[in-house]
């Protein structure tokens, strides 16, 4: 028997019970993956207001380190994951006492914490952005930090779209800005002139088999993911170099499971890794509607040991994020989003919208990117003009 083979012989098989750790809306969306195969999923969430929670087979709600929940976990399921990458890894490590997990508590350390993982990108000849490693006002003095002025402070800890992070053009913007920042640990990065933010979604498998979907072009506004252009409109030997690194970073990583690379594109048109992801990804939601095989429903094939699905695209695509921003006294016109015959709506089942939450997901499909992204804008600026017709009370 072949080494794979081998290996998929402890395939683990519709019907059984797969973990979940946290239940945001990429929990969500991998429990409607997982179901949809056939198996039953069980979600640790302390939240009472859990888009996968309540789409849950059964929901733990209690807090991530619950010894009795991660007991109860580790035994009834055969393989557990992860939708975020703040997890405490010891619950990772935890489970994996009593089922598989992907992926492993190692590789989630690295990307959950920014100074290791810059450091781990760097040493193994990934190109980053010029950066220190700040972990004092001391560090602040160091010779080499006037080079990396303007530059952007980010906090090496529980940062997320864009949380976390002060531009600073001075030395003096800087120390205000690490006290700020309470004084954790930081990373300090060079500001880039960006052509472009591009991202892959790679998997890998127990077995080593690896796939990675197509290249996702990124726009964010005020540090959140607006909308994500697929195939990103980059040369072909960028997006080719784009995802054959992010396969060699699974590979240095030894990491099991779907793993989100975004990238800066730089004026020279090189590219830099600006950070990881040990998880799906929001800029690799358009797979659900746009390839054979979703984000998503790779996270269940790895964790299961199943062979990968094809990633391929069946046609270009253009994901708008939902944020609360757009919801006004009543709910936003939907009707007005589905005339666009070939837009596909994802809400997260989420009660209460704030400015900034992530809410859905509006994915466009067409046989042209540019065509997609123009009935992405005009269902953007539909809501964007009901919003302001009806703006939500202040609280
Ligand atoms: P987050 O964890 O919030 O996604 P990122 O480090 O990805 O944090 O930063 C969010 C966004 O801010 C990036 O996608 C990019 O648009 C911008 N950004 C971050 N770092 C830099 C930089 N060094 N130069 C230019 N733009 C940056
Ligand atoms: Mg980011």
């Not at 607006?226 to 997006?239: C, H, K, T, W």
């Amino acid at each position: 028997m072949t080494a794979a083979a081998n290996n998929r012989s402890r395939a683990i098989a519709p019907g059984a019970w797969l973990g979940l750790l946290g239940g945001g809306q990429l929990g969500r969306m991998f429990t409607m993956a997982a179901q949809s195969m056939g198996y039953k999923v069980m979600v640790l969430d302390p939240g009472t207001d859990s888009p996968a929670g309540t789409v849950a087979d059964r929901h733990l709600q209690a807090e991530y380190t619950d010894a009795d929940a991660l007991a109860e976990m580790a035994k009834r399921c055969a393989a557990a994951t992860t939708e975020f990458e703040n997890v405490p890894a010891e619950s990772l490590q935890r489970l994996s006492e009593g089922c598989i997990v992907s992926p492993a508590a190692h590789s989630v350390a690295i990307a959950q914490d920014r100074i290791r993982e810059k450091l781990f990108l760097d040493e193994h000849g990934f190109g980053v952005a010029p950066f220190a490693v700040i972990r004092s006002e001391a560090d602040l003095a160091a010779a080499g930090i006037d080079g990396l002025l303007p530059g952007v402070l980010k906090v090496s800890r529980f940062g997320y779209d864009g949380k976390g992070q002060v531009r600073v053009g001075s030395r003096g913007e800087l120390k205000a800005a690490f006290q700020s920042l309470q004084s954790e640990p930081c990373v300090l990065e060079k500001f880039l002139a960006l052509d472009k933010e591009v991202s892959v979604v790679v998997c890998r498998g127990f077995d080593d088999e690896v796939t990675t979907f197509p290249v996702s072009e990124n726009q964010h506004a005020d540090g959140i993911l607006d909308v994500s252009i697929v195939p990103a409109r980059v040369p072909d030997e960028i997006a080719a170099n784009a995802r054959s690194r992010a396969i060699k970073l699974a590979q240095e990583l030894d990491y099991r499971g779907v793993l989100c690379v975004e990238y800066f594109v730089v004026d020279d048109g090189s590219l830099l890794v600006n950070e990881i992801a040990p998880r799906p990804h929001n800029s690799g939601h358009y797979s659900i509607d746009a390839c054979v095989t979703s984000q998503f429903e790779q996270q269940v094939r790895v964790m299961c040991s199943l062979p990968l699905g094809d990633t391929s695209l069946l046609c270009p695509a253009v994901m708008l994020n939902l944020l609360g921003d757009l919801w006004a006294q009543q709910t936003p016109p939907w009707d007005r989003v589905l005339q666009h015959r070939t837009a596909k709506l994802h809400l997260y089942g989420k009660s209460t919208p704030r400015p900034g939450r992530k809410m859905g997901h509006v994915t466009v499909l067409s046989e042209q990117a540019d065509a997609a992204l123009g009935t992405a804008l005009e269902i953007k600026s539909t809501l964007v003009a009901a919003r302001a017709e009806s703006p939500l009370q202040p609280v």
